[in-house]
């Protein structure tokens, strides 16, 4: 291992804007079941299929309906 590092030529990482963040949420026990469900018959992480499921829904500005019983 060298003592110093020469990064005068180094670039910055052009995916920093995409990287993820561990964040903790609550969501129903139904809800995770839901998606674990569909991230199995997808071949895929159910935590990436949320994410993609996420954002979506801010790419495309999706809004919420909400509906109080």
């Known amino acids: 291992m060298r003592d110093n590092y020469d990064f005068s030529k180094s670039k910055r990482n052009p995916y920093a ?25 997808k071949g895929i992480p159910y935590q990436s299929l949320i994410n993609l499921y996420l954002r979506d829904c801010a790419e495309t500005h999706r809004k919420l309906k909400i509906k109080w019983a």
Not at 17 to 41: G, H, N, P, S, V
């Open 17 to 41: 804007k995409r990287l993820k963040k561990q964040i903790t949420i609550r969501i129903d026990e139904d809800t995770i079941e839901y998606f674990k469900d569909m991230a199995e018959e």
